[in-house]
């Protein structure tokens, strides 16, 4: 692991996803650039010393020589720090897990993906709000037909924990970097939550969003980045959109929901009770659940438990890594993974929300419509 | 009444409305164009067929003369059919209550403002969702500062019944005159609903929409007036906004819903639902329902029942025509309403959805921001 | 009407559902024991002073003898002050509307039957959550064995309103003379709000319950009648059940729900959001709501508006009444009424709550099952 | 491990909550009576055959003997199965995870309390709904007296999956012993969900239950335990209840609610939406959710990630595994455990659970209020 010391938010999280179903074990980290912090962050996770490093070029030269080194890298430092550890990692021959958006730069990004294609390494990007099951049985549900050809997406990501300048404080490790452009890169809500919203609903519909127009503001006192972002949608379909994202949204927790309208019916979904996915027609409205009733194939490989007991965040997060631990499991062994298990987001998803930032920064600067 | 003959669907509201308090009696109507049907639809109603008219302009001049002659018409005819009745009904010295969208373009609705201005007489129209309790109890916490200066606002509204061409059946009245561009206007469902969400918008925030910047789509096959809406506002006191409408989001049935964030948090409501107002901040999430605790005085001015007996559409229908009875009777009888009394849509709020309708067109054609 | 004065709550709600639909016209009342008060209270109501007595005895003899007198008398007093009136109407040839639970006691309940017998004249007892139009769906799907055999019944109504031994005040008219047994008879909240759930129940499953082991309590200081009851029930078909209702449930407003469980699915439903009825199976979870989709023609009869505008507790009541007054209406004027007019609660539902209060009394003094 | 073999439900929630905090290893497990199985079992576990054993009696005999040999058992074999492995575990020198009901019977209970008194070691039973953060901030609040002195408790647990005679398919390895008395003991539903409504209801309260009145029914064909239960209950305090579970609830998940009504407010809470507590008065309706605002210090302690990232039921279980994993270590580390790693679930939880079973069975077949 790169970054995920103390007071770290997103490391703990990939921590406990990566435990959840035994496939992953957390051998060795560089979790802070102090080796003395490094190794009390690993001493809290019962990591000896001596697999504790002060960098991550240390550990990438150590880790590749031991015997029981490790096979993964999961990098997870704010934006500016993907890039470097990513390549290197790959160029040492470590798979790796990176969290999003995936570089600083679109530029960054499509370097990453030669390195990537290079080094027939595998890599796995953490939008894990695609792996809730009920995620999944949209996507399933759409694929199949089953609301007709999509009309209209709206898809939202609100927060409100930015509302109050953080960062001026000094204490609040991610609002601190999160509104730093030196760290964070040209976008702020829209890198961290807006490419999410964008990702989810690619995902879902299997559309590709052509152009988009958006209107950008920082409202925090002295904030530089925008901490809330509208924009209108359309796609290559032909269907229109609304996506807009906020982290000043006052009393809103973690708010990702999208609905996608077909011209026979719609699926409504809401991150915050994720066990439920609805589906309404003009005469109809069903709720679907995981575990229960005839559901895909595909929302049943990624739950654990029988309906009635939530599963939330950690296990859809699990996900991921379930699906991509097994992938890499089966091409270390020369297996060949099947379709469930290379259901992660990739590469290809990172340059997709790098072109999706770049998009909405140009129109929200001119005030127009920008294909991407 | 003008207009609500059988088969029509927004007259009967209108009657059912104007009933519940009992402080309006239906009198008399000219519910058809032909004298037979007015007659027939009057019956149902167990009006005398003297008192039911062939033509508007027969009302008027009948009931002018009569000892009880109406005191005030409805005009709930489609929207190309407001104008003059408007009009004579009020050179002939009635009191008006009109539907909405006010008329057919800008001009006649200025043209009607100095009309009323003229008569003195009052007007009403009916925006019947501000006349919901908890949406009354909203603009009263707006208005004393509970959740700050306002950063955003997001107004949507969602119906799904003309996902299917309706209205190429023939059959269906209303589908028929509101995709009629003759009947309707220049806008579909940016009239008939859009403009319910900008008078909420503008109605609870107190705040007024300054630019917008939309995107227009007519999906239904054939189709020439918009039935889905996508639009970026900017309010004049600096906040953002998001305003989406469809009438072919399929599985929507009248889903119209505000929120509105502040600096210190944000309220949130849904017509579907309509006795619970939510007041979220970054601690707290508090649920408020009508003649619950330390309510307004003025939401509990629009409430009929004790609490936990949910009132519903056309109670909040009633309060329209309640509040406007009540100055129309104070007036009448040389009294000076109060402030709940006044607490109805005017004329004013009907020349600002005219310009709203304008404006949405505008930018719904140059693809780019319109000031409004 | 009789009773229904100034201040006292369930008058106003019967004028109001009486009047939505405009079949009925309130022409006079005994609002009051006081001439003055009854006049005052009439004036509020822009009744004439003449047809605003201060006895239901003047009202009966005065109005029964007018050419436009009366036709049938609604009696919204409190308990004990429901059978003389009652009585006394059907014997001078009125149609009658009562309050719930129907008489002071059951030898009373019978003996009113047998007058309603022997005018031959009609009688409904205001049963009024039987009005919903989702109520009548659920008993259209159970009769239409959408369920199944029905297994078990669980019935609520959890009240908050006497947490606070409300009638020490003296303020409170209606705390007053529900805690006080010469008015309310041996009952108190098992009367008041119990017999409702008692009557829903069996409404809408078509069950009687046979048997029933009751725990009652008065938890309010000094108070006399049951504040609180939990009972088991054995219906007789052999399912079982569960009624609880309670007016010192802390934060409840008006909580009555229904779930039926058959064999083959169940169904579940709130007052509180009346719009909605759930039918879940093991496979499946699907939402009903008035006017959505394929309706029974007995809920579209119960409906007034098109789907997504929320009707409430006063359509539900008002449905009742008009159900009620089309019998009468087609009854006086020698038509026959179909059964969906003729679906409203009459005497023989009265009988059955008073059986049910006895037998809980009986049941809670013994703590024994009791079968009635 | 004790059982969790293949196919089995309740072995493979343990191992995933167990893993997820990374303060437990499975190193070893008799996951079934054949050692074939067993090793295939622990196979799929990624445990080398030589940790994997056919007995129990083996394992804590070899085990014991190892330099790396397991601390912990967790015992998850249908409930006669129960006494004799946590026995020898205990005679053996190893903390034990049994899972619920403790034991077969309410001698087997007491019996093993003694065991566990004189071993000194530590016992932890996995009544899994009490480790809900919500569920801990809900006793919290209650013990600050935020509701004053509690009245009435409701607590429900509804499922619907043995509605159609699973047992009798054969393919059910949870249907068949759960229904079969030689492995479930007296008790079918109260055993396996009642228990768990009992402990949740006493455990948030911190009141016993000390009179019942029941009604049990085994619905299913040729059924011979209890698959319904609907209960009165009296508590300790003055308090009344009621308490019901059921099998046959079609349609019904996992449904179990609480609601616990004191003289100045209420508390709300459904496990399928476990991150909701709803705190209702007279006045007022307040929603907490885990990491919100001023929580309790033990619900964050129950928490893992920030607000709005919905935790579940494996978080849930995972919390006792935590709270014992750390009062075992520290025990063995000669340090003293703080009360929230104190807080989970013990023998004496185990006794009273037997206590309820035999009240239940006594008071259903005598049909009579029962004292406990």
Redesign the interface.
């Known amino acids: 692991m790169v970054g995920g010391g103390r007071g770290a938010?997103i490391g703990?999280?990939h921590?406990?996803a990566a435990?959840?179903?035994?496939l992953i074990e957390?051998v060795c980290g560089a979790f802070s650039s102090s080796p003395e912090k490094s190794i009390a962050s690993g001493d809290d996770?019962?990591l000896s010393p001596d697999r504790c490093y002060g960098t991550y070029e240390e550990m990438f030269e150590k880790e590749k020589n031991r015997e029981d080194g490790m096979d993964i890298v999961a990098i997870v430092t704010p934006n500016h720090m993907h890039f470097a550890p990513a390549k290197m990692a790959l160029e040492n021959g470590f798979h790796v897990v990176c969290d999003k958006p995936v570089t600083f730069s679109l530029e960054e990004a499509e370097e990453l993906k030669k390195i990537v294609e290079e080094t027939g390494l595998l890599f796995a990007l953490t939008h894990n709000y695609t792996g809730y099951p009920m995620i999944k049985h949209a996507k399933y549900l759409i694929n199949e037909g089953k609301?007709?050809k999509i009309?209209?997406v709206?898809v939202e990501y609100q927060?409100?924990?930015l509302?109050?300048s953080e960062e001026k404080s000094g204490e609040n490790k991610q609002a601190n970097w999160r509104t730093d452009p030196a760290k964070s890169g040209k976008a702020g809500a829209v890198g961290d939550i807006g490419t999410h919203a964008e990702n989810l609903a690619e995902y879902v519909t299997g559309l590709q969003i052509s152009e988009l127009?958006a209107?950008l503001?920082a409202?925090g006192e002295g904030r530089v980045l925008d901490d809330?972002a509208?924009?209108?949608l359309?796609f290559n379909n032909g269907a229109?959109?609304?996506l807009?994202c906020?982290q000043?949204?006052?009393?809103?927790?973690?708010?990702l929901t999208l609905r996608v309208?077909?011209?026979?019916?719609?699926l409504h979904w809401k991150?915050?009770?994720?066990?439920y996915l609805t589906?309404?027609?003009?005469?109809?409205?069903?709720?679907?659940?995981p575990s229960?009733?005839?559901l895909s194939d595909v929302a049943n490989h990624n739950t654990?438990?029988?309906?009635?007991?939530?599963?939330?965040?950690?296990?859809a997060f699990a996900n991921i890594y379930k699906n991509f631990a097994t992938t890499v499991s089966k091409t270390m062994n020369g297996e060949t993974p099947n379709e469930f298990d290379l259901d992660y987001p990739k590469i290809e998803d990172g340059i997709r929300g790098m072109e999706f930032i770049d998009a909405v920064i140009k129109s929200g600067e001119d005030?127009?419509?920008v294909k991407m």
Not at 261 to 266: A, D, P
Not at 279 to 289: A, C, N, V
């Open positions: 938010f703990a999280v921590r406990h435990a959840l179903d035994g957390l996770l019962m609301i007709g009309r209209k709206v927060q409100g924990w509302s109050y127009c209107d503001t409202f809330d509208n924009m209108l359309r229109k959109g609304v807009h906020s000043i949204a006052n009393g809103e927790q973690n708010g309208y077909g011209e026979e019916g719609s991150q915050e009770v994720p066990q589906h309404k027609t003009i005469g109809t409205q069903q709720i679907y659940q229960v009733g005839e654990r438990i029988p309906f009635g007991h939530p599963e939330g965040y950690l296990e005030s127009t419509w």
